[in-house]
T-cell receptor, first 112, second 117 residues
Framework: QKEVEQNSGPLSVPEGAIASLNCTYS??????FFWYRQYSGKSPELIMS????GDKEDGRFTAQLNKASQYVSLLIRDSQPSDSATYLC????????????FGTGTRLKVLA | KAGVTQTPRYLIKTRGQQVTLSCSPI?????VSWYQQTPGQGLQFLFE???????NKGNFPGRFSGRQFSNSRSEMNVSTLELGDSALYLC????????????????FGPGTRLTVL
């Protein structure tokens, strides 16, 4: 089992819809979770961090964390073509170290 | 506030050569991490430095090394380059990199694209 798993996609959604991106992780005691967006040919850009169970909202983005299920998700409301990118989930594994493990990313396509 | 900077942005080397990449973190950030990104493997953790000390290391051969200076700037070195070392090398900085089990946010530089011929 990979330490951080994401569906590679592509996930295609129409403009204006909600895009839902999912990530599972292996270490039950992980405490720090991050979502990054990466455009083709560019470096990852931090979108959200989440540390506690529940939802965290920032503009059109909502991160959801369920530690019991070892699951973190990112919702993008009112998706725009400019949201088309690869979304990377990162988890601090093992917790207490200074090592971040990234999933392979989900490619999102927002269709105009 | 200026972001993370990396130099050079592009490098072309031949097998057997060595290369040094440089990273300047965001002002005030003391933790610097390095990653290798390839289409097949994704983002792979290389190592992390804080206050000139390597605190964690990924599963890479000893040809990959790094260091951090007192001003938090960091360099990574790859010796005896192989074709498989062709990748985007990314540096990320954070305030502390994590204390008491909680990791702080990391911010990436633009990367150095290394091509080994």
């Amino acid at each position: 089992q990979k330490e951080v798993e994401q569906n590679s996609g592509p996930l295609s959604v129409p403009e204006g819809a909600i895009a839902s991106l999912n990530c599972t992780y292996s270490d039950r005691v992980s405490q720090s979770f991050f979502w990054y967006r990466q455009y083709s040919g560019k470096s990852p850009e931090l979108i959200m961090s989440i540390y506690s169970n529940g939802d965290k909202e920032d503009g059109r983005f909502t991160a959801q964390l369920n530690k019991a299920s070892q699951y973190v998700s990112l919702l993008i409301r009112d998706s725009q073509p400019s949201d088309s990118a690869t979304y990377l989930c990162a988890v601090n594994i093992p917790p207490g170290t200074y090592k971040y493990i990234f999933g392979t990313g989900t490619r999102l396509k927002v269709l105009a | 506030k200026a972001g993370v900077t990396q130099t050079p942005r592009y490098l072309i080397k031949t097998r057997g050569q060595q290369v040094t990449l440089s990273c300047s973190p965001i002002s005030g950030h003391r933790s610097v991490s390095w990653y290798q990104q390839t289409p097949g493997q994704g983002l792979q953790f290389l190592f992390e430095y804080f206050s000139e000390t390597q605190r964690n290391k990924g599963n890479f051969p000893g040809r990959f090394s790094g260091r951090q200076f007192s001003n938090s700037r960091s360099e990574m070195n790859v010796s005896t380059l192989e074709l498989g070392d062709s990748a985007l090398y990314l540096c990320a900085s954070s305030l502390t990199g994590g204390l008491a089990g909680v990791s702080t946010e990391q911010f990436f530089g633009p990367g150095t694209r290394l091509t080994v011929l």
